[in-house]
């Protein structure tokens, strides 16, 4: 296999470590994974919103569009998203809903 073929970790054949972008968060008491998670965040802090609802509405675009959110758990996710950009961002506080 050449490098074209893409990166796999010499060990087990699955995707190296360093390049999982993957973050476990809890969502309604289930440790639930979110991919670019980080990267989701930094790009809604970018974004300089000041209210809750407009933070968690961005927070849940950009969820979806690398992850899968169950429409009956969608009030429980968009409370754990907030919670994380909050923790991410610890000035967030400020924020109104």
């Not at 050449?2 to 699955?14: E, N």
């Not at 309604?28 to 000041?50: A, F, H, M, P």
């Not at 009956?72 to 409370?79: A, F, L, S, V």
Request: glycine fraction near 8%; include cysteine; proline fraction near 5%.
């Amino acid at each position: 296999m050449g490098d074209k073929d893409g990166a796999y970790c010499a060990i087990c054949g699955g995707i190296p470590p360093d390049q999982i972008k993957i973050k476990r968060i809890p969502i309604d008491g289930k440790e639930t994974g979110i991919d670019r998670l980080d990267w989701i965040l930094q790009e809604v802090l970018n974004l300089n919103l000041s209210r809750d609802d407009e933070i968690t509405d961005e927070l849940v675009k950009r969820v979806q569009q690398f992850n899968y959110i169950p429409t009956r758990k969608m009030t429980e996710y968009r409370q754990a998203l907030l919670q994380q950009y909050k923790m991410f961002n610890p000035g967030s506080g400020r924020h109104r809903r």
